[in-house]
């Protein structure tokens, strides 16, 4: 039975064809491109790999019109973010907050780069103590 | 030389890994509503709009909220379960009616309830054609409560308690295994399961 | 018949990648000559029945043979016959046959192009690629029968994807499944090479051409997906950090650092076991792709219909696999230390820096990619990684990169001192510095810091991967393949950054409604709507609308956008109109109608985003030309340094 509704919950996001609007949500260009943002970094849960921005979904559309009269109220990002949390918790948002869950994804990049620099300082200063030349095989650079 | 054995150790793990996820189900998401009181809603009836049903009426007795609608094929499927699980009667059971996306209008402006009472009369007619599960039934008609709940797909049914905290969702269509397994036990301790 | 012919053929083409492996590991390690010509044959036998298959499969779709259940599903009579062949590998099944194909053609070359190699070596290589040839023909048989027959026959079939009815996207899966499979060859090479437990430089230049060209497919299979995301998925975006996406640019990173290590390997005996590892994880990387692809393990919009059988024989095959390959690893790799060094600032560390960094971004990809996987797995929670996370933490590592890649391209193996080049790179660093803030400045205006470090970097890397063809053509000197490849390639970097950093900068889109003879201002272009007229095709109806586009009263271009139905899936689909110039793309996507003959529509101002596809093609290029250098083709002079590869070249 699950796989039934499965099936029908892919039904309605295979139709290729993204959200388009009828005009910009916002005479502000600064509000509207909050809207876009916001719309872009939250997660259609009806169409799983797509922002609420580009879905065509029933819920995106209605999550849209939910973002939009939320910063016409003067919602903040943080308090629109905690609105969609509270209701759809952190799947929705596509940057996960900084949590003690999320810790490692969010150091990773740094972590990855100094950890990748610290290897590669330490093979340089071993290798610059060694010969040039490995006599067993000294590689075709010169051929 | 266990530096040799690092990429075997990493990529064992990751197997594991992937071998638990195999059977692991990606659709259900677990709501964060659960321990936390329910949104508060007032709705206007199915079968009469001018009456106006609110979550206080319902206060301090536990209840179900079934989110559905008529276009929904999901709640075909479980619509004969659901009234199996209706003729126990082991608590209310309140339909939450919702048509498929907020029936607006190109300004995103609400439609006036001329407009939407053709959608309000495919619910009804399902009710009447199928058997009526619910105690009552509400429209939602621009998903505020449904939105409020975090609902993102029907069915889905919540199990509401006596301070209106929300204690268990079952997402998808409900059964009488998932009713006897995940909500009769909540129910239980304040009142009989006989029926 | 046709169908059982190919269900015949798979299987023979199975019973023969027994015999490739068997003899092929058996034999070598036996040390028996006739054992190991028995290979030769087998490998020539798969890929006839391999092809035989994949042409049954075509013939079948060519037919609208309907009385098969995969053809029934994918294809449909009214399909265009392109589409047909296209529709080969539109899904599961057939993408399979397609991947086996693909590996018997890939080891037939291998087989055809080893005489410079001892018959061991081969015998090896051939040997892992039948072992893994097996596992995908099985699969392929127990799991994923795509001449599995319908009865009754249906009437007519229920098409293709309509999203796949595009001729970007035809190519696009041999592409990448190309890519994908030449993985299989460094890896094979690589696990040869520790069953043999010998290992030098002239191992790796038989590995390098064959690295390049998985690699160039690679590039542009990936390129090419990039480019149909654009205009077909309508969304104007070009990489949008989907699961699927990721899964294919993970072995992309990991071949771009093994073809640099391998340099390494070939010129100076160096890196060796590091070489091996990124060529076994280059291949168990493309393997996890289509893990993550097939077994609905993790969300995307790409991903086939999931089935976890299906998923589980991957992973099993995934794990014996690679598995088996790390563990020789960690009994092997101590063996090939060598003990030659090379001063700090020298080529060789340029290329471990590029090799850090580029695993680092494989690492960050790969976490990111799997994250939510491993916290529902500890029971955290579900959470969603995407764009927002991708996009920040991929320029962490890129950065430093593509600074270090002008200096790098100059440095001089074991010492580099710069000598020649020292004043002509700061030279060129001070003008791409210039041009690189004055010019995004003048044109496009000001965006952010990172907007004119990215024209800075690209124009630099774009001058000085000039410098050493430039100089050598004035001098009258020869030119090698392999640098005029590699200079090619990294001009078409540069090309990427800049088209991937202006149009992310400065592209302009906007949604708005139009109905015929209104016209609208965007992005200093004006848009009017002509007219709007309803198109019939075969197998599909369309409203297509006619947009023309002045600057300053002077025509620019006329676009054509489609909103489509196809009839059998009845899926609404957007064409998007797009008029594209060698500076920017003007882009019309048509959304719904609005009554009163008003559409709304999404209007995009793209500049300069040819550069990526274009940049992308450039560095694919550069890989198939360093590919063709001549001393690939030459028997090594220096053979008789190796005295194994010589006792192995004589007759037994």
Not at chain 2, 33 to 49: F, H, Q, T
């Amino acid at each position: 039975m699950r796989a039934i509704v499965v099936a029908l919950m892919l039904v309605f996001c295979v139709q290729a064809a993204q959200a388009i609007d009828a005009g910009p949500a916002f005479e502000d260009p600064a509000l509207q491109a909050r809207y876009e943002r916001l719309g872009r970094e939250l997660r259609c849960l009806q169409c799983r790999s797509e922002t609420i921005f580009d879905s065509n979904a029933s819920l995106a559309v209605d999550l849209r019109r939910q973002l939009r009269e939320l910063i016409a109220e003067g919602k903040s990002d943080d308090e629109i973010m905690q609105y969609m949390t509270d209701r759809y918790s952190d799947y929705v948002r596509y940057k996960p907050p900084l949590a003690p869950r999320t810790v490692l994804l969010w150091a990773a990049p740094i972590l990855l780069v100094l950890g990748g620099v610290g290897v590669a300082i330490t093979v340089i200063l071993r290798k610059s103590r060694l010969p040039e030349d490995d006599p067993v095989d000294p590689g075709l650079g010169a051929s | 030389m266990w530096r040799y054995l690092l990429p075997v150790g990493i990529f064992g793990v990751l197997i594991a890994f992937f071998f638990a996820g195999l059977g692991r189900d990606k659709q259900t998401l677990p709501s964060p509503l659960i321990g936390k009181p329910a949104p508060e809603w007032s709705l206007p009836r199915l079968d009469d709009p001018t009456q106006v049903i609110s979550s206080k009426d319902l206060a301090g007795q536990k209840y179900v909220v079934n989110v559905w609608g008529p276009w929904c094929v999901g709640c075909q499927v479980e619509h004969p379960e659901l009234m199996k699980i209706a003729s126990r009667k082991a608590v209310p059971m309140i339909g939450l009616t919702v048509p498929q996306g907020a029936l607006v209008d190109k300004q995103g402006e609400p439609l006036p309830l001329e407009d939407v009472w053709s959608e309000m009369q495919l619910g009804l007619r399902w009710l009447r054609e199928l058997g009526d599960p619910y105690d009552v039934s509400v429209f939602d008609q621009l998903w505020k409560t449904a939105i409020d709940l975090g609902v993102y797909g029907a069915p889905e049914t919540f199990l509401i308690d006596e301070h209106g905290t929300v204690i268990h969702k079952h997402t998808g269509p409900i059964d009488m295994a998932a009713w006897e397994r995940d909500f009769l036990p909540k129910i239980a301790p304040s009142r009989s399961t006989g029926g | 018949m046709i169908a059982e012919l190919g269900h015949f053929a798979l299987i023979l083409a199975f019973c023969l990648t027994l015999p490739q492996a068997f003899f092929g590991l058996v034999g070598a390690h036996a040390r028996k000559p006739h054992w190991m010509r028995v290979t030769n044959g087998a490998v020539a036998g798969h890929f006839v029945f391999a092809a035989v298959a994949f042409a049954c499969l075509a013939y079948a779709f060519y037919v609208n043979d309907f009385s098969v259940l995969y053809v029934a599903q994918n294809s449909n009579s009214a399909l265009p016959t392109f589409y047909r062949f296209a529709a080969v590998w539109g899904a599961h099944e057939g993408s399979l046959v397609l991947w086996l194909f693909m590996q018997a053609a890939w080891t037939l070359s291998v087989a055809g192009f080893s005489r410079n190699m001892p018959q061991g070596m081969t015998s090896r290589v051939l040997g892992v690629l039948g072992v893994i040839s097996a596992g995908f023909a099985l699969f392929i048989l127990t799991t994923s029968n795509p001449f599995e027959r319908l009865w009754p026959a249906a009437v007519d079939g229920r098409d293709l994807n309509p999203l796949l009815q595009d001729p970007a996207l035809a190519v696009h899966p041999p592409m990448l499944y190309a890519g994908y499979v030449g993985m299989s060859v460094p890896f094979a090479f690589a696990v040869a090479a520790m069953l043999e437990g010998k290992l030098d430089s002239i191992w790796a230049r038989w590995v390098r051409p064959w690295a390049n060209i998985a690699w160039m497919f690679l590039t542009i299979g990936i390129a090419l997906g990039s480019w149909w995301a654009y205009y077909e998925l309508g969304w104007g975006g070009w990489w949008f950090w989907d699961p699927v996406e990721n899964a294919s640019f993970m072995p992309w990173l990991i071949a771009t650092a093994l073809i640099h290590s391998l340099a390494v390997t070939e010129k100076r005996g160096l890196f060796k076991s590091w070489t091996l590892l990124l060529s076994i994880t280059g291949f168990s990387l493309s393997l996890l792709g289509t893990f993550l692809v097939r077994s609905g393990i993790i969300e995307s919009v790409h991903a086939f219909a999931s089935d976890p059988s299906r998923g589980l024989f991957i992973l099993v095959f995934l794990g014996l696999c690679i598995g088996v390959a790390l563990g020789l690893y960690a009994w092997r790799a101590p063996r090939f230390r060598s003990q030659a060094g090379f001063a700090p600032i020298s080529r060789e560390s340029f290329l471990l820096f590029n090799n850090v960094l580029l695993v680092a971004a494989t690492g960050l990809i790969l976490l990111g990619t799997l994250y939510p996987m491993f916290l529902d797995a500890f029971g955290l929670g579900k959470i969603s990684v995407g764009p927002p996370y991708f996009t920040v933490a991929f320029l962490i590592p890129m950065l430093p990169l593509a600074f270090l890649l002008a200096p790098g391209m100059h440095a001089s193996w074991k010492r580099a001192t710069f000598e020649r080049t020292k004043r002509l790179l700061l030279t060129l660093f001070a003008i791409a510095l210039v041009l690189g803030i004055a010019i995004p400045l003048v044109v496009y205006g000001w965006h952010s810091v990172l907007t004119l470090v990215g024209v800075i970097v690209a124009l630099w890397i774009a001058f000085s991967s000039l410098i050493e063809p430039l100089q050598r053509l004035r001098k009258r000197q020869s030119l090698s393949a392999s640098v005029l490849g590699m200079s090619i390639a990294h001009f078409g970097l540069a090309l990427f950054i800049l088209g991937a950093t202006i149009v992310e900068s400065h592209k302009e889109e906007a949604d708005l409604s139009l109905a015929p003879g209104q016209s609208t201002e965007h992005a200093g272009f004006v848009f009017t709507m002509n007219s709007l007229r309803e198109v019939e095709c075969p197998n599909y109806r369309a409203i297509e609308s006619e947009i023309v586009i002045t600057r300053d009263g002077e025509r620019v271009a006329m676009l054509h956008p489609q909103k489509r139905i196809y009839r059998v899936q009845q899926n609404p689909m957007t064409e998007a109109g797009i008029a594209g110039a060698w500076n920017r793309d003007l882009f019309a996507a048509m959304g719904e109608p609005l009554g009163n003959g008003a559409w709304s529509l999404r209007l995009q101002y793209k500049p300069m985003v040819r550069f990526i596809w274009l940049g992308a093609f450039v560095v694919a290029l550069g890989g198939l030309i360093a590919a063709c250098d001549r001393r690939y083709r030459q028997r090594v002079a220096a053979e008789a340094t190796s005295p194994a590869a010589a006792a192995d070249a004589k007759p037994a």
